[in-house]
């Protein structure tokens, strides 16, 4: 399984990785700065599962979720932001993304994304 | 990416959390969508040097200010300061307030007890959801008084912050976009030395623990 996160910050890059590698099993984690190189690679490796952040420089990550979505609608997106606002988590869950995780990651966060991706694996 | 600029990266991160935590319970206050920046967070020394921290200040941080700050110890000890113009506090008093554009007095710079008052409270918001978005994050305590709110010139607030005994600043600049008006302005945190040595401890385990 693919999965690509894109996150202006390393630490969360990492954190976020290391947490969901202890819940799921053979992921290829690839990395993305920011919207824009997280769109490049995104159309390079077609991941199976984008992590996206909110506020990044270049290309924003509510601007990446639309690029992504006109280039698949079916792609599937889990957002992790430290935008804890309501009206934001509102209007980015109507792109029909599949989650949406607030910061900082944690252990019990992972899990429920990890069994989340599993379910939807398996088509449950 | 080096040792030093991951240990950046990990400051300005923590720091990012916590001030969406301080931007979703304004949200809440003015009842709008607040969109934030980038967030941008620097570590400077405050020796001897008044343009030391002139060079830092964000440009739009001129003329009169408004200052809130709490003080804070037990494992770190220190000072934050949320500084914002004093002519953009009036706008985001007036907002507070949920008044139409209309009625906002945008030349009237005479704050009554009831805007010091807003201020002291959402200062109280921005400041606990930053500092303690902090140390819940890297699981340490802190207690802290309740805040003060003074209004400064930019160079008495240069001199007074240079006069307190912290050499170190840790300067995060924040931007808050509400409705059509933009408030630009910077938080700083005073330490002492014996605190950023404790603070930059912590941010190195927590960087060991990235690679297990």
Redesign the interface.
Known sequence: MKILIVD?????Q??TA?FIKKFLDSVDFEFAKDGKEGFEKYKQIKPDYTFVDL???NINGQELIKLIKTDDNDAKIIVI????????RE?IEAYGVLSFI???MNEEKARLISELIRNDVNGQ | MDNKQIRYDILKELFNVSVGQAASMLSEVVKKTILLDVPKIEIIKSDKELCELQTHLPAVLDGTLMISSITFQEQLTGEANLIFPAEKMKTFINLCLNESEQEMQYSDMHFTDMDFDIIREIGNIILNAIVGGLSNQIGIQLQYTLPEVQVFDRIDFEEDIQNKEYPYFLMLYITFDIGDTEIEGAVIVNLTLTSLKELMLIVTKIEDELYG
């Open positions: 202006d910050s390393y630490f969360s990492k954190t290391n506020l990044m420089p932001s430290a935008d804890v606002q309501k009206n934001i209007e607030n910061k900082p």
